[in-house]
């Protein structure tokens, strides 16, 4: 595929800063970008606009305009549209010039700047600052740039929701400088499996308050946005979230993340040589086709159980039951919903950014990096496939 107007841009570029130097760098870049951009589309879509050929991919749809802040001033883009294109990941065409993270790198990035003024800095972060902000970074610089991407984030987590067929739940702990000392963090996240059966981000909650009280807010707060049609929970067996969803959404069925069962049972195994079986035996209660036989298999396993080990045969009787709600789910939806799994990308995404980091200055910092994080893997999802075919029963 040739590029005849190549030459004539390069040529335009040139005379522009010939004339106006390096006053004219800003223009030239947003020239040149724009153009790198539509020439990387019609690569990606195997055909130039208008153009006929049976290896097309997809189309051009237009441009959607995007300013970027860069050392040679706002550069005001036009970033290529595309209809009709997925990558192997499902997702649409974006340029690879713009690449994807950039809230959560400048997240990222502000954490450690934060960090660095406060004082709280190490070798460690003192090094990524000279690699990211620079040594020249001064607090009213940091306040600045928190605010304008903290006003984004905040629109972000108080979007208006709507039907939410499946609410998936999950909690992990961070480091925080808290009054002198540092405190774990508790970070709450919801994802939502919506009528049209595709995943997102409902949004997260950061507090050092009581498991409880946290909990009830953060469901509140999701109810408050306009959420509604839950049909089930599932979630991990967290401090507090029982009594929560009680506060919040009684009569809500809820799936105990089979996983954390099976993890959790080991502490009640009297015999490391035992660990297996138990395990075993757990997974073949979960793999049962019904209810009934689920049930089935549980008693034969409290009762293998029940003589040398009593207490793990109690545990299991009064516990693996909260695991077994997903059998009045459609089939279909099963395998994807008897486990919190689904959030292991993001977890892993988070503690990417948060093993940089190490040590958070405030929780506010904590919850602008976790924001950012969530709604850039939010976004992905909602322009992937189905999640879940919602036709299924």
Known sequence: MTHPQNSTTLDQLMELLIQDGPDAMAHAFTTLL???????????????????????????????PKAITTRVGE????????RGYAD??????????????????????????????????????TKVMEE?????????QV?????????????????PLGEVRYLILDARYEKVRHGGSVVPCALLTAIGVLADGKRCVLGCSVALSEAEVHWRSFLQSLLDRGMRGVKCVVSDDHAGLGAARDATLAGVPWQRCQFHLIQNAMAYVPKQ?????????????????????????LRELVEAHREAAPR??????A???????????PTAHRRRLRTTNSLERLNKEIQRRTRVATLFPNEASLLRLASAVLSEISDDWETARTYLNMEAR
């Open 88 to 125: 192997e990941h499902g997702r649409p065409f974006y340029p690879s010039a713009l690449e994807r993270g950039v809230r959560s790198e400048r997240a990222l990035t502000l954490a450690i700047a934060e960090m660095y003024v406060q004082g709280v800095s190490t070798r460690k972060v």
């Open 34 to 64: 724009n153009h790198a951009m539509r020439i990387e589309r019609e690569q990606v879509l195997g055909a130039a606009s208008h153009q006929r050929t049976d290896q097309r991919r997809g189309y051009a749809n237009g441009f959607k």
């Open 273 to 297: 040589s035992m660990r297996s079986d138990v395990a075993q035996g757990m997974r073949r209660v979960f793999a049962a086709d019904d209810r009934h036989e689920a049930d089935r298999r």
């Open 75 to 82: 550069l005001p883009l036009q970033i290529p549209q595309s």
């Open 143 to 159: 306040s600045r740039a928190a605010a304008e991407l903290d006003e984004q984030l905040e629109a972000w987590r108080n979007r």
């Open 319 to 329: 516990n693996v039951p909260e695991g077994l709600t997903i059998f009045a789910l």
């Open 132 to 140: 990211l902000c620079g040594l020249e970074v001064t607090s009213t």
């Open 312 to 317: 793990l045969a109690d545990w299991l009787e």
